[in-house]
């Protein structure tokens, strides 16, 4: 079994969603590389991390950012593979992939930013999307 704790940032503050609501924010005092350093030197092997103003705006913030690029240089120093790096959060293109795994990402996580840019800039058409939808059994263009 793999355990593999979560940090939701917001903007350079490790927060908690009261039920997924922006609005009902718990902020917590601990810094972000703190509780990763603890994290890894307790054996932590994959850590999520979750940018919520990108997830919420579309867009990866500068103080997100550079957090995570703190993270970052924090699980190198103890090696790359010591603890791998999940992301999610405001990812919206294919070149922030490839931006983020250059930075030393390992995984990232994408959601509702599937539907149509991202897959469409991979070269995957309309059709498709709303082909893999019916497969699923899910309609992309109706309320049903």
Request: net charge positive.
């Amino acid at each position: 079994m793999l355990i593999i704790p979560a940090i939701d940032l917001k903007k350079d503050k490790i927060v908690r969603l009261y039920k997924g609501k922006f609005e009902k924010t718990t902020f917590y005092e601990i810094e972000p590389e703190e509780l990763v350093r603890d994290f890894i030197t307790k054996g932590t092997k994959r850590l999520h991390i979750v940018l919520l103003s990108g997830a919420k705006d579309g867009i990866i913030g500068k103080k997100e950012m550079k957090i995570l690029e703190k993270i970052i240089k924090i699980r190198n120093s103890y090696g790359r593979e010591s603890c791998k790096i999940q992301l999610g959060g405001g990812i919206r293109r294919y070149r922030e992939i490839e931006d983020l795994i250059e930075k030393g990402v390992d995984y990232i996580i994408l959601g509702t930013a599937l539907l149509i840019p991202f897959v469409l800039e991979s070269g995957y058409s309309l059709g498709d999307i709303k082909l893999f939808y019916q497969k699923v059994g899910k309609f992309f263009d109706k309320d049903k």
